[in-house]
């Protein structure tokens, strides 16, 4: 089992930036991999990036391609997702997720994931 909080949402003006954080405990954080997906309202869930458990392999949506970085430290079981230059349409509530896979792998699919946070929400302001 793996345990997974976010923390650092909130409300924004168009522009600015924000860095979300996901704080993992359970099994060893190293072997999984991270993805970061958001939910807007009357919208389905969509990925926005994902990252391999060793940190080397990310993916991006083109939505957020050049404005969102996601990265991991291991050694701190933290995954995060600094939001650049943030618009009103990046409004939702952001989920971080964990599966155990390879080395290399960057699932892109709800489906493949095992374990989901709480949630934190992001307000872009115009």
């Known amino acids: 089992q793996v345990q997974l909080v976010e923390s650092g949402g909130g409300l924004v003006q168009a522009g600015g930036s924000l860095r979300l954080s996901c704080a993992a405990s359970?099994?060893?954080?190293?072997?999984?991999?991270m993805g970061w997906f958001r939910q807007a309202p009357g919208k389905e869930r969509e990925v926005v990036a994902a990252?391999?458990?060793?940190?080397?392999?990310?993916y991006y949506a083109d939505s957020v391609k050049g404005r969102f970085t996601i990265s991991r430290d291991n050694a701190q079981n933290t995954g995060y997702l600094q939001m650049n230059s943030l618009k009103p349409e990046d409004t939702a509530v952001y989920y971080c997720?964990?599966?155990?896979?390879?080395?290399?792998?960057?699932?892109?699919?709800?489906?493949?994931?095992?374990?989901w946070g709480q949630g934190t929400q992001v307000t872009v302001s115009s």
């Open positions: 990252i391999s458990s060793s940190g080397r392999s990310t």
């Open positions: 997720a964990a599966c155990q896979t390879g080395y290399w792998s960057v699932p892109r699919v709800m489906g493949q994931y095992h374990y």
């Open positions: 359970g099994r060893t954080f190293s072997s999984y991999a």
